[in-house]
């Protein structure tokens, strides 16, 4: 095995070991003592531990493991192997949760605190999906169903497919969190809704945030010295199209170049001192790849 096999399958063993673990200690020490629900398989084992003390690691195995079986069939083995790994150490990571430390739990009492158990949890749960789908695999549960479901229909179906899943999973949990009045019986949900608010946008964060860049466009006459400029300074690449003003009926040429954050100022300058009269639009850019940015494992 050479060496980019080797560090490959160092950092997909150290990305599953992290996001699984991030996972059970989410569902184990914040989000059952809460008395709140995540989407999801995990979500179903909170909600039966929390109604029939069923443990979390032994519903969690038996409701993703007829998943990951078809997986197997339906969807690439790569896929299917990583997750089917996934799954199991999720329900690893329970099982000592419960047997080794069961009361390691933290709980808010009051209920307004319990909104730092739902930061927490988006925290936990963003960090650990973006780390599972970084290795190509999944969480399991609905994730496996959505990608067989994939195969057959269109995306807005699956993410649609997704949200009802999990629409029903939080919304079950009114009848199982029974709160004081009829107001608090809507904080389960509430929790819940924020929790998975802050886990999709940690998930983005982690996922686009280290490969984010920002992307020039720059309208101007003096398209020679502005690439060489940018090229010179910057030790970016430009790309030159031409353009053509409607309003002065004028041809122009707009140059494209996508930099590091921290280059912006240096950027802003550039263009002040090469050609004051030229127009510039800036967006942020999620991800780039390639050369002199990132590169992505497939």
């Known amino acids: 095995m050479n060496k980019e096999k080797i560090l490959y399958w160092t ?54 493991f007829p998943l990951v079986v078809l997986g197997f069939f339906f969807v690439k083995k790569k896929f299917a192997i990583l997750s089917c ?63 067989i479901i994939g195969r057959k229909v269109g995306a807005n179906s699956i993410a649609w497919m997704i ?10 949990s009114i009848f199982v969190f029974q709160g004081e009045t009829p107001a608090l019986t809507l904080l389960p949900i509430m929790t819940s809704a924020f929790a998975l608010y802050v886990a999709g946008k940690t998930n983005e964060a982690v996922t686009n945030g280290f490969q984010s860049a920002i992307e020039f466009r720059i309208i101007t006459d003096k398209p020679e010295e502005m690439a060489t400029a940018l090229m010179s300074e910057l030790n970016r690449g430009a790309t030159a199209q031409p353009a053509k003003g409607m309003y002065t009926n ?15 100022a240096t950027l802003k300058r550039i263009i002040k001192r090469v050609d004051p009269n030229s127009f510039a639009v800036m967006g942020n850019v999620s991800q780039v790849l390639g ?7 497939v």
């Open 250 to 264: 004028k041809e122009h040429t707009m140059i494209i170049c996508v930099i590091h954050r921290r280059q912006v």
């Open 163 to 172: 949200f009802t899943v999990n629409f029903i999973i939080v919304g079950c």
């Open 85 to 147: 790994v996934h799954t199991s150490l999720q329900s690893v990571w329970l099982f000592g949760w419960e047997n080794l430390f069961p009361d390691f739990q933290i709980k808010f009492d009051g209920n307004a605190d319990k909104i730092f158990a739902a930061i927490a949890t988006g925290l936990c749960i963003g960090v650990a999906l973006a780390l599972a789908f970084k290795i190509g695999g999944s969480t399991g549960g609905v994730d496996i169903l959505a990608v």
């Open 11 to 64: 950092k997909t063993a150290i990305c599953m070991l992290v996001s699984t673990f991030l996972i059970s200690f989410a569902a184990y020490t914040l989000i059952a003592p809460n008395e709140f629900t995540v989407g999801g398989a995990s979500g179903i084992a909170v909600l039966l531990n929390a109604a029939f003390s069923l443990p979390q690691s032994v519903t969690l195995f038996c409701l993703n």
């Open 291 to 297: 050369l002199g940015f990132y590169s992505e494992e």
